[in-house]
């Protein structure tokens, strides 16, 4: 792993796991650095990519001492990146973007605003914008605001962006983290599970920009399925 680690524990740990995200990586760590809360840690875990990601990655580094960088020498699929930086991860919340992501400046300062005055929630999301880069169409995406909504879309359909989710990293650890048993849906999983240790909300503001249908993406979009 390369990077600086602060000495005092962050508040948020931002986990990304990357293969081949070179042409994109760098806008989504803007939008991680840019936010209003500036006590995070971003885990970067690259899964053995074959282009310059890594290459771009150091060099966003060297001025950034907030990335942590964690490189894969096998490439093992998302969920495996995804449990790597988690069991990296120091913060008291755990925080996820897909590499090509932008978030609001203010998502995570939201976030952690609501938990605050509500600390029997232990799982946040956001609304979020997709924009399909090869048609320009672009759609709102809303989750139920409530836990018992969450709850019964659970058993139907996925109850948060996983993009936008801000959970807190005991309750991750508890459950037992990503399951590389699941390739994809790696996130429906996790909170299948982690819905029965702690309660769940979804903010409606879109805090969360993800772009669809990416030119050239294709390598990209099989390595997450």
Request: net charge negative; aromatic share 6%.
């Amino acid at each position: 792993m390369t990077g600086s680690a602060a000495e005092k524990e962050p508040s948020v740990s931002v986990v990304v796991g990357v293969f081949n995200e070179s042409e994109a990586i760098a806008a989504t760590l803007d939008s991680v650095f840019a936010q209003t809360v500036a006590d995070l840690e971003c885990i970067v875990v690259d899964d053995a990519s074959t282009d310059d990601t890594v290459n771009r990655l150091e060099a966003y580094g060297t001025t950034e001492p907030r990335l942590r960088i964690v490189r894969l020498s096998t490439q093992g699929g998302l969920t495996r990146a995804l449990k790597c930086g988690v069991e990296e991860a120091r913060g008291t919340w755990l925080a996820r973007i897909d590499g090509g992501d932008i978030w609001h400046r203010e998502k995570i300062g939201r976030q952690l605003a609501f938990a605050s005055e509500n600390p029997h929630v232990g799982i946040i999301g956001t609304a979020s914008e997709e924009h399909n880069e090869s048609t320009g169409q672009r759609t709102t995406r809303k989750k139920p605001e409530g836990h018992d909504g969450i709850m019964e879309a659970l058993w139907h359909s996925c109850p948060f962006v996983h993009s936008a989710i801000l959970v807190r990293l005991d309750v991750v650890r508890r459950c037992g983290n990503y399951n590389p048993a699941y390739p994809c849906s790696q996130d429906y999983d996790l909170y299948c599970r982690v819905l029965f240790e702690t309660q769940g909300h979804n903010l409606p503001e879109v805090l969360l920009h993800r772009p669809t249908h990416r030119p050239g993406s294709i390598s990209y979009l099989r390595w997450k399925e």
